[in-house]
């Protein structure tokens, strides 16, 4: 079986994301500098990249998934404008974590005091609208996981 390469990265882990996203495909593909970097980290100063391998027979099909763009619409659209949004930051922030770096001893109190949540608070990109989600946006149906009530047995 014959090999082309259909792309190259200067850091390994992008070409790994994209041999994944072609054997999802049913392409199967290969790195072979996926491990290069790890065991001499100062070649991947300027001196190989990471390469994405596919069989001859299936390189247009790999470089169709290769170059396919991101999809159009966001994932989680603003409910205002329609924009991209993104997650607001957890409670504790820069000054919590300066003040528990001035005080030590203050680190396991600020801790408990101050633990870190996963906020669902979102806030737009374009307009600036912050909103929370009614709903978790894959449902374990939408996952795949389909029926949970049937026992073990």
């Known amino acids: 079986m014959s090999l082309v390469t259909i792309a190259q990265f200067q850091q390994p882990e992008h070409a790994i994301v994209l041999a994944s996203a072609l054997e999802a495909a049913g392409i199967p593909a290969v790195v072979p500098e996926r491990h290069m970097h790890s065991y001499f980290p100062y070649l991947s100063l ?18 169709k998934i290769a170059n396919a763009e991101a999809p159009a619409e966001p994932f989680l659209a603003c409910p205002k404008c329609g924009g991209r949004s993104r997650k607001l930051k957890t409670r504790g922030g820069p000054l919590a974590l ?4 001035l005080y030590p001893l ?34 374990a149906e939408e996952a795949g996981y389909g029926d949970t009530d049937r026992s073990a047995g």
């Open 46 to 63: 300027g001196f190989t990249a990471a390469r994405v391998m596919v069989p001859v027979a299936l390189a247009e099909d790999a470089l």
């Open 106 to 139: 203050a680190i396991g109190t600020w801790a408990l005091a101050v633990p870190p949540r996963v906020v669902s608070t979102r806030s737009c990109e374009s307009c600036g609208h912050r909103f929370r989600l009614e709903r978790d946006p894959i449902t």
């Open 98 to 101: 300066g003040l528990a770096a």
